[in-house]
C-alpha cells in the first residue's frame, strides 16, 4: 500500500461500515461488517474450513488450540498485542510516513472556512448571493436603515417634492395648494401680524383676533366655571354655564342616566352603542338627514327577512324574505305594462268608464258604447218578440183607423151590422097615405099597415127587405 493511498468519501448511507484496504485501486473502501448472525452462523460452522490445523497465524507464534473458540482467543491476545505495538510506531501509522497529511480535530481549514476542523467558522465576506437560497433572509435577519433609498429599485427620480406610489415608482404629487390662499374657501387680503382665520359665512378670511390673544385656560373661558376637577370629569351644561361634573363610562346626562341599560331603556336603543360595524334596531326614532348606503354587489342575492342590498348591474332593489330574494325595479320599469302580470280591478283604472263609452259598436248598432244607435234596416220581424205589446202609439199609421183601411170586408165581420141595418131602414122608410110603419127595435120588426082596404103586412127581417129592394 502506497503512502498515498485514498480513502472513500462516505455519506448517510455508509453508517456502520468499516474502511477496509483495496490493493487493486490502493485505495480504502467503506464495507459492510459482518451482522451478529452472520458471525453466529459462522462460528458455529465445524467444517475442516474452520479446524485448528486450517489456520495459519505468525505475528504471535504458532496456534496452540486445537478447537475454534481457543484459536479466536489466542487470535485476540495477539491481535491486541501487536495493535498496541502499530499505535506505539509514530513513523508508520496505518502505513503511512507523513502523518502530517492525516486530518485530525485540530487540523486547520481554509477556504471560505477559518479556525480547526474541531471547531470550523465562515470566514468573513465568504457568503455571497451565490450561496444564499431565494427567500433564506428574513425582515429579522436585516439589520435597521440597512437598506435606503439607493437600494431600491423604484423608477423615477427621489427628491424632496417627489413620494414612492404603491407601483414603485417616484412621482410628483398632483393637486393641492401650495398656500392659504390658494384653497378655494379661502381669501386672505393684507393679512397682518396677531390676525386670526375667521368664516364670515361664504369664506375663511383673516381678521383681527377679537379675544386678543386668547386664553391659556378652560376655566378662563366666560361660560365655563371649574370648580373642583378630577380624573374622568367631563364637561356638561348646567343651564347657564358649562362646569365640571362627574363622568361615567360612557355620558353622564342631565336626566341622570348613568349606564348603558338606562340609556336603552330611556331611548329604545337594543344592543351596544352604534359603532362603525355594528347593528343596532332603533324604536320610534328620527334620523335627522340620514345618509344609509346599502349592502351592494354585481349578483346579490339576500334571503335574510328584511335584508335590503342594490343589484349594480340590474339597478334592482333586492330585499330578502325570509326564504329568497325579491326584487324592485325603479318606477319606470314597474308602470311598464309589459312587466306587468296577474289582474287587476276596473275600479283601479282611473278613466275606465271613458274609455269604456268611448268603444265603437258595430253589428245592428252605429256610434260609440255612450251613444249607440240602432242601424238603418236593422230591425227586422225576427227580432219583435211575439208578446212585445207595441203600442199604436209606436205606428207611423194607426192601423185601427177606417180611413187607413183598403180592400173589403163580410159583413159577419161587423159585430153591430144588424142592429145598424134595422135601425137605418126604419130611418129610411117614410109612410104613405093611408100607411102606417110600426119599428120594434128590441123585436127587430117593422110592421106596414094600410088603411082603406089595401091590407098590410110585417116584414120581420128589414135586412132581407131592404136587399131585396136594393138589388132586386
Keep these: 500500500m502506497s503512502n498515498a493511498a485514498k480513502f472513500e468519501v462516505p455519506d448517510s448511507g455508509d ?3 468499516a474502511y477496509v ?3 487493486g485501486t490502493d485505495a ?3 464495507t459492510d461488517l459482518a451482522t451478529q448472525a452472520e458471525l453466529d452462523a459462522h462460528a458455529n460452522d465445524t467444517t475442516a474450513a474452520h479446524a485448528a490445523s486450517a489456520i495459519s497465524f505468525t505475528p504471535g507464534g504458532t496456534i496452540a488450540g486445537s478447537d475454534l473458540q481457543t484459536v ?10 501487536a495493535l ?3 499505535e506505539a510506531d509514530t513513523t508508520s501509522v496505518h502505513g ?5 497529511v492525516l486530518v485530525t480535530t485540530s487540523t486547520s481549514l481554509g477556504g471560505d472556512l477559518t479556525g480547526t476542523v474541531g471547531n470550523a467558522q465562515i470566514a468573513a465576506g465568504a457568503v455571497s448571493a451565490t450561496e444564499l437560497a431565494s427567500d433564506a433572509v428574513t425582515n429579522a435577519k436585516v439589520a435597521d436603515d440597512a437598506i435606503g ?13 417627489t413620494f414612492l406610489r404603491g407601483d414603485n415608482s417616484w412621482a410628483t404629487p398632483s393637486g393641492g395648494a401650495s398656500a392659504l390662499d390658494d384653497l378655494t374657501d379661502v381669501t386672505i387680503t393684507g393679512a397682518s401680524t396677531g390676525q386670526v382665520l375667521k368664516y364670515n359665512g361664504s369664506a375663511w378670511v383673516n381678521d383681527t383676533d377679537s379675544t386678543s390673544g386668547g386664553t391659556s385656560a378652560l376655566d378662563d373661558l366666560s361660560d365655563v366655571t371649574i370648580t373642583a376637577a378630577a380624573s374622568g370629569d367631563i364637561l356638561r351644561h348646567n343651564g347657564t354655564a358649562w362646569v365640571d361634573a362627574v363622568g361615567t363610562t360612557h355620558f353622564e346626562a342631565a336626566g341622570g342616566i348613568a349606564t348603558h341599560a338606562a340609556l336603552t331603556a330611556t331611548h329604545g336603543v337594543s344592543g351596544a352603542l352604534v359603532g362603525t360595524t355594528d347593528s343596532q334596531t332603533l324604536t320610534n326614532k328620527t334620523l335627522t338627514t340620514p345618509v344609509i348606503t346599502l349592502e351592494q354587489g354585481t349578483a346579490v342575492a339576500p334571503t335574510a327577512e328584511g335584508r335590503i342590498a342594490w343589484d349594480t348591474d340590474d339597478d334592482q332593489l333586492k330585499i330578502g324574505d325570509g326564504a329568497a330574494t325579491k326584487t324592485f325595479s325603479d318606477d319606470s320599469v314597474n308602470r311598464a305594462r309589459a312587466n306587468h302580470t296577474g289582474t287587476q280591478t276596473a275600479s283601479t283604472i282611473s278613466d275606465f268608464t271613458t274609455a269604456a263609452q268611448a268603444v265603437a259598436v258595430g253589428g245592428d248598432l252605429t256610434g260609440t258604447v255612450s251613444n249607440a244607435q240602432l242601424a238603418s234596416g236593422a230591425i227586422v220581424n225576427a227580432d219583435v218578440n211575439a208578446s212585445a205589446a207595441i203600442a199604436l202609439s209606436k205606428l207611423a199609421t194607426d192601423p185601427l183607423a177606417r180611413a187607413n183601411h183598403t180592400g173589403t170586408q163580410l159583413a159577419s165581420t161587423v159585430s153591430d151590422f144588424s142592429e145598424a141595418v134595422d135601425d137605418r131602414v126604419a130611418a129610411l122608410l117614410v109612410a104613405g097615405t093611408n100607411v102606417t110603419l110600426t119599428y120594434n127595435d128590441a123585436a ?8 082603406g082596404g089595401g091590407g098590410s103586412f110585417s116584414f120581420d127581417d128589414s135586412q132581407a127587405w131592404l136587399a131585396a129592394q136594393m138589388w132586386g
Design 28 to 30: 480504502h473502501v467503506l
Design 15 to 17: 453508517n456502520g461500515k
Design 72 to 81: 479466536v482467543a489466542e487470535v485476540a491476545t495477539d491481535a491486541a498485542t
Design 21 to 23: 484496504y483495496n490493493s
Design 84 to 86: 498496541s505495538t502499530h
Design 149 to 161: 433609498i439607493a437600494e431600491l429599485s423604484a423608477t423615477g427620480t427621489p427628491s424632496s417634492s
Design 444 to 451: 127587430g120588426t117593422l110592421t106596414v099597415a094600410a088603411s
Design 96 to 100: 503511512i510516513a507523513d502523518t502530517s
